[in-house]
């Protein structure tokens, strides 16, 4: 089985400042990490993915998040914000290979920007 | 491409009535459907997964119930509901192996349980 820890519930950030999420998974297996966002009373929308390959992964709207094994993390990054990534963003985790197991999903992270 | 669609959008229910929340995919054949509840403060929680037709895998004991009568069709379901039931669902399906590995999240149905 696995987990997924984000240690932080909210982050308030100035809007054009950097921002880190962090994401802190646990497994005895290997795995497939995701982040996931979502805008109030909307569904999930898919952020990035890590499956294989280069650590460093690039998503949509500038995001970018970077696979540790050593520290099993996955943080999520962005260089500069925007109003409009105020949102709940979720980190997630399934079994590598695993076509029909779910997703193992972190409490989530508000994200605030302030102007 | 994908498309989850999931109904109603809102439900407001008495403790004790049953439910019935619909879930169906369009552009996909043969998909591995989900359903996750989000309850305030306790993010995603997988309650059923499916990878047929009649093939339920239930991940936590609950008062629910889900059914896959059709390829593209999952339905949530409830005889008597409780108020630890009210939370947002949300309906998903896997994309598939290789780099389409992931999940599409439908938007989601919000149940209030009164």
């Known amino acids: 089985a696995q987990s997924v820890t984000q240690l932080d519930s909210q982050v308030p950030v100035f809007e054009e400042a950097p921002v880190e999420l962090r994401c802190n998974y646990s497994s005895s297996v290997s795995v497939y990490l995701f982040w996931y966002v979502q805008y109030p009373n909307q569904g999930l929308q898919l952020l990035l993915k890590y499956l294989s390959g280069s650590t460093l992964v690039k998503g949509i709207n500038g995001f970018e998040a970077e696979f540790n094994k050593s520290q099993t993390s996955f943080h999520l990054r962005k260089p500069s914000v925007h109003i409009s990534d105020t949102a709940e963003y979720f980190c997630a985790v399934t079994a590598a290979g695993g076509g029909a197991d779910g997703l193992t999903f972190g409490k989530g992270t508000h994200l605030i920007i302030q102007p | 491409s994908q498309t989850i669609h999931q109904w109603p959008a809102t439900l407001v229910q008495p403790v004790g009535s049953p439910l019935s929340l619909e879930c169906t995919v369009e552009?996909?054949?043969?998909?591995?459907l989900y359903w996750y509840r989000q309850a305030a403060g306790r993010g995603l929680q997988l309650l059923f997964y499916s990878v047929g037709i009649g093939q339920i895998s239930s991940e936590v004991p609950q008062n629910l119930s889900a059914s896959r009568p059709q390829d593209r069709q999952f339905i949530l379901s409830s005889k008597k509901l409780l108020l630890s039931d009210s939370g947002f669902y949300l309906c998903a399906c896997h994309l598939g192996a290789g780099a389409y590995n992931e999940q599409f999240f439908g938007p989601g149905t919000r149940l209030t349980v009164l």
């Open positions: 552009g996909t054949s043969n998909p591995n």
